[in-house]
């Protein structure tokens, strides 16, 4: 089945306590995205990927570090997470930029 | 760059009504128009989109329509069903060097029995 997945799906954390959230995508696609979801204001980006080894900042990256050593994998790191990233954050993946983005089920992040 | 503003926030029908939520953006070099529809406790999942060189597009009880000179779209649902209960968003293209989407704010749909 074509699928994104997340994991965890629910983290609680504390804030300066590192932590990574992973994608993954059974598709071969070569264009990959994080976005943060928060009651108001809709989607907004973090980082991107348009293919391996290139990453690019979003319009909120602050705070938040990204990789991709595979095609199929993107991770979202928060090296030292605060209170303002509780959020619900969603891993995309199209075949390019142009092209059907198709999401993972969430992460609900809780730093207390 | 490009904006994207999302009305009604809220909107509640009753089964078998319609409902139309409209979304109006900022570039005009915007050319294509995804909708998402969230439901509790997933992700987002296209329902339908729209190129800009057409005007409007129908997949049975949905439809989008676009109008590039208002630069507006809308989504329209016909005979709701309770279980098109969830949370939509649109989305229009932005091109900065490579094509991003830029999302709504969501509408929260209630299709009440």
């Known amino acids: 089945e074509a699928q994104v997945t997340q994991n965890p799906r629910y983290l609680i954390t504390v804030t300066g306590k590192k932590l990574t959230v992973t994608c993954s995508q059974n598709m071969n696609h070569e264009y990959m995205s994080w976005y943060r979801q928060d009651p108001g204001l809709g989607l907004r980006q973090i980082y991107y990927s348009m293919n391996v080894e290139v990453t690019d900042k979003g319009d909120v990256p602050e705070g938040y570090k990204v990789s991709r050593k595979e095609k199929r994998n993107f991770p979202l790191i928060l090296e030292s997470p605060s209170p303002n990233q509780t959020s619900l954050y969603f891993c995309a993946s199209s075949r390019t930029s142009e092209e059907t983005q198709y999401f993972g089920p969430g992460t609900r992040l809780l730093v207390l | 760059g490009e904006n994207v503003e999302q009305h009604p926030s809220t909107l509640s029908v009753q089964e078998g009504d319609s409902a139309v939520i409209k979304c109006t953006y900022s570039?005009?070099?915007?050319?294509?128009f995804p909708w998402y529809k969230q439901e509790l406790g997933k992700g987002p999942q296209l329902i339908i989109d729209?190129?800009?060189?057409?005007g409007e597009k129908k997949d049975q009880r949905i439809a989008v329509t676009l109008n590039k000179t208002a630069k507006h779209f809308s989504l329209h649902i016909t005979e709701t069903q309770p279980e098109d209960s969830a949370v939509y968003f649109c989305a229009a293209s932005w091109r900065t060097g490579f094509q991003k989407l830029v999302f709504g704010t969501g509408t929260r749909l209630l299709v009440s029995p």
């Open positions: 570039d005009s070099a915007s050319n294509y």
């Open positions: 729209i190129r800009s060189n057409v």
